[in-house]
Nanobody
């Protein structure tokens, strides 16, 4: 069992930046794809970014060029650097892990991640 805990959410104005962090414990390691998934009120969960076990990354088109996913394997921390934020980025952001499929596939099928954090709210005002 993998346990995930996010931090770093908050409120910013459009054009601003935030960095989300996710600390993993329990059954961690390099054998799983990790990612970030967001959900806005009244909308389905959307895969945002994923990082594969070989370090390659995948992004949703809506965030490509603005968001960067990375991880510190020594500390079991996953990051999401978010720049040029837009009001449409407003959502609850969840750290997700335990995925065995490639990140590009998991972004389209986020329910296939096996472990989830509690979420952190990101609000972007115009």
């Amino acid at each position: 069992q993998m346990y995930l805990s996010e931090s770093g959410g908050g409120s910013v104005q459009a054009g601003g930046s935030l960095r989300l962090s996710c600390t993993a414990s329990g059954d961690t390691g390099l054998k799983y794809c990790m990612g970030w998934v967001r959900q806005a009120p009244g909308k389905e969960r959307e895969g945002v970014a994923a990082i594969n076990t070989d370090g390659t990354t995948a992004y949703a088109d809506s965030v490509k060029g603005r968001f960067t996913i990375s991880q510190d394997n020594t500390k079991n921390i996953l990051y999401l650097e978010m720049n040029s934020l837009k009001p449409e980025d407003t959502a609850m952001y969840f750290c997700a892990g335990g995925g065995f499929e490639p990140g590009s596939w998991l972004l389209k099928h986020p329910s296939q991640f096996n472990s989830w954090g509690q979420g952190t709210q990101v609000t972007v005002s115009s």
